[in-house]
């Protein structure tokens, strides 16, 4: 009887009692752990788990910053081959360039700021109307401007502090 007094201190209101009888108080038996009496820890199955996607985050993001040099170098390519530079091209190097920078502040601090990608969007429809063609309805031009001036509100709200943003770093 007395091993079975042990094993309850920590959830039935009698192992304080029999903690008690044992020369222990209330609040010592409190701190007395039993291995099979704890639930079991997932920490080190999280910490694994985490570890592992982390380094598929960094695989992917390598992937993705290894196809976007790829890109680029093709376009430099026909670029040079065409021996002419458009703004399509310059707008299009530009969007790779931000896709890089997006990677790079990634890596430095391990956090993707959501006004990264929105510049990537503003310019890919910046481009898009700069290389609609005149036989696309003038509604479409107001759709995609419009849509450049939401992701562009979108980014003064996220950017916004009250007080003016004069809070020392």
């Known amino acids: 009887m007395r091993s079975l007094t042990r094993l309850w201190p920590r959830c039935h209101p009698a192992g304080a009692k029999a903690c008690n009888i044992a020369g222990r108080t209330v609040r010592q ?5 039993w291995s ?14 985490s570890a592992t996607i982390h380094q598929m985050e960094n695989v992917f993001l390598l992937v993705i910053a290894v196809f976007t040099i790829a890109a ?4 430099v390519y026909v670029i040079i081959d065409g021996r002419s530079v ?3 091209d310059l707008l299009l190097m530009f969007i790779y360039v931000e896709v890089l920078a997006m990677v790079g502040v990634y890596y430095d601090s391990k956090k993707i700021p959501i006004t990264l990608p929105l510049f990537i969007a503003i310019t890919a429809l910046a481009r898009l109307v700069i290389l609609q063609g005149k036989d696309q309805p003038p509604v479409n031009l107001l759709y995609e401007s ?5 992701l562009a509100v979108a980014c003064i709200v996220i950017n916004y502090e009250p007080g003016g943003g004069n809070k020392p770093k």
Do not use: H, N, V, W
């Open 29 to 33: 038996c409190a701190t007395i752990t």
């Open 72 to 75: 680029m170098a093709q376009e």
């Open 146 to 150: 419009g849509a450049i001036l939401l």
């Open 86 to 88: 458009a703004l399509k």
């Open 36 to 49: 099979f009496m704890e639930p079991l820890d997932t920490k080190p199955y999280r910490s694994a788990i």
